[in-house]
């Protein structure tokens, strides 16, 4: 069974910084892009950050220069460093993962999503 499992979200004054993990476990072959996603209250998910399994980045408009994505290869694992937080980014934070898993013995491409962590920030 393939997992992606987030943590780090909570409460935040504006300002402030959090650092959202997310861990991918499983029979996974390989990891190529992963990313992050955010669903404020009210609204439909949107696009946060990614980053290559080379490590080339992309992100939104809103996070630019606030928001660092990184990710560790060895332990399957993606980071997004989150400075300089403001009210409008309080949203659940989503992991997302394009991979190649071994199922029922074959190769499959999956595309995996975390259950979210939730990110507040209010003063």
């Known amino acids: 069974q393939v997992r992606l499992v987030e943590s780090g979200g909570g409460l935040v004054q504006p300002g402030g910084s959090l650092r959202l993990s997310c861990a991918a476990s499983?029979?996974?072959?390989?990891?190529?892009?992963m990313g992050w996603y955010r669903q404020a209250p009210g609204k439909q998910r949107e696009f946060v950050a990614t980053?290559?399994?080379?490590?080339?980045?992309n992100y939104a408009d809103s996070v630019k220069g606030r928001f660092t994505i990184s990710r560790d290869n060895a332990e399957k694992m993606v980071y997004l460093q989150m400075n300089s937080l403001k009210p409008e980014d309080t949203a659940v934070y989503y992991c997302n993962a394009e991979m190649k898993v071994l199922g029922f013995g074959s190769r499959h491409t999956l595309d995996a999503w975390g259950q979210g962590t939730l990110v507040t920030v209010s003063s």
């Open positions: 980053i290559t399994s080379g490590s080339g980045t």
């Open positions: 499983g029979t996974i072959l390989s990891i190529n892009t």
